[in-house]
């Protein structure tokens, strides 16, 4: 930061209101690049979680999950680039922990990054996510999953009751 000027100022009152003028101006000036600068900062910021790791505690970016899988009381946490977080925490923990649209519940034990499904196979209930990970999903989470993809969710045509088709006699 600049240190403070002194100001060698005319006295007259005209000189005197156009350098108050052109300080005004510089103070805009200033003041548009901060708020600038706020917008810019306020969208690159990404949600972290702090996950305790054997070292001490780390901060992961949402962005970067790909999914996390529990198994009992353990979770793991699969990131960006294949590492793989163990944790001693449970799915619903981290599940309320991040509060993230982007991940969603498909599964008792799978909370997926809607943002990295490489692809669905509804034959096998499974999920293709980015850097080869699979996760399975619930058929009650297929039409939110469809969803997700953009796709329209098709209802079965009611089938008519047998009574219609074939009524007693």
Known sequence: ???????????T?????????????QLQVIQFKVDELMCTQQQ?????????????????HISEIIMIRSMGNYST??????????????????ET??????????????LIHKGKIAAIQPDQCTIAMHGGLTAQ?????????????????QTPKPKSPKLVLHPKS
């Open 1 to 11: 930061m600049r240190t403070a000027q002194v100001l060698n100022l005319p006295g």
């Open 13 to 25: 009152e005209a000189s005197l209101r156009l350098e108050i003028e052109r300080l005004k101006h």
């Open 44 to 60: 690159n910021t990404d949600k972290t979680i702090s996950v305790y790791v054997s070292s001490g505690y780390r901060l992961v």
């Open 77 to 94: 946490i699969f990131l960006y680039g294949g590492e793989r977080i163990l944790t001693s925490r449970t799915l619903k923990y981290w």
């Open 97 to 110: 922990k991040c509060g993230s649209e982007d991940l969603v519940r498909v599964h008792n034990s799978y």
């Open 137 to 153: 999903y619930t058929r009650r989470s297929k039409s939110l999953l469809l969803g997700l993809l953009g796709h329209s969710i």
